[in-house]
């Protein structure tokens, strides 16, 4: 059974642009969450999306956006780049997205570079 | 406001001795607590869970200790092997909320 899949693994990028990222979630899952992990800050959560629709979503600026589609795979997307965006952002999925039903699994992450 | 907390960035301890890994919550809504360990270039992996109406979960070498009148869990690691050495992460989730709050992380490393 694949893992969950994310692309791309690194990438540059500069202030002011934007970027996309992609998340293949578990074959079956249908819930799909995203979370930023920077150093000495563990794992923020940025959003988590069931059936295309999203749930709940962090404490992030309106810059951070994503959704899901009809076959699971989502993309967050994040504009106007800042420094403090560098980031290793993970993909996580599910059965049913709650904790109290079956673990994530996550990804091996992107590794978003702001210069 | 970080609701779940990991005091100690760093753990060193010998092979075949007991590793101890602390945790705090200040949300008196989580009732499901879970610890995913994490080597580099790699994606966090599920690692043991507990539920708030138990105060202790055992799976081979890892058990999980909840005491939720100190809103305190810890992680043991008996004996530690060299595999163990990681980033254990400790994380909370409550009812139908859909996410999990992470701790920032305590890195362990097993000396030989």
């Known amino acids: 059974k694949a893992g969950v899949t994310q692309t791309p693994r690194y990438l540059i990028k500069t202030r002011g642009q934007q970027v996309t990222l992609s998340c293949s979630p578990i074959?079956?899952?249908?819930?799909v969450s995203w979370y930023q992990q920077t150093p000495g800050q563990g794992l923020q959560f940025l959003f988590e999306?069931?059936?295309?629709?999203?749930?709940n979503k962090g404490n992030f600026p309106g810059r951070f956006s994503g959704r899901q589609f009809s076959n699971s795979r989502s993309e967050m997307n994040v504009s106007t780049l800042e420094l403090g965006d560098s980031a290793l952002y993970l993909c996580?999925?599910?059965?049913?997205?709650?904790?109290?039903?079956?673990?994530?699994?996550f990804g091996e992450g992107s590794r978003l570079t702001v210069l | 406001d970080q609701q779940v907390k990991q005091n100690s960035p760093s753990l060193s301890v010998q092979e075949g001795r007991i590793s101890i890994l602390n945790c705090d919550y200040t949300?008196?809504?989580?009732?499901?607590f879970l610890w995913y360990k994490k080597y580099p270039a790699e994606g966090p992996t599920f690692l043991i869970s507990?539920?708030?109406?138990?105060d202790k979960n055992e799976d081979g070498r890892f058990t999980v200790f909840l005491n939720k009148s100190a809103k305190h869990l810890s992680l043991h690691i008996v004996p530690s092997q060299p595999g163990d050495s990681a980033v254990y992460f400790c994380?909370?989730?409550?009812?139908?909320?859909?996410?999990?709050?992470f701790g920032a992380g305590t890195t362990v490393t097993v000396r030989a």
């Open positions: 996580a999925s599910s059965s049913s997205g709650g904790a109290h039903t079956g673990e994530l699994f």
């Open positions: 074959s079956g899952h249908r819930s």
């Open positions: 999306y069931f059936s295309e629709t999203q749930r």
């Open positions: 949300n008196s809504m989580f009732d499901y």
């Open positions: 507990i539920s708030s109406i138990k």
């Open positions: 994380a909370a989730s409550a009812v139908n909320d859909y996410k999990l709050s």
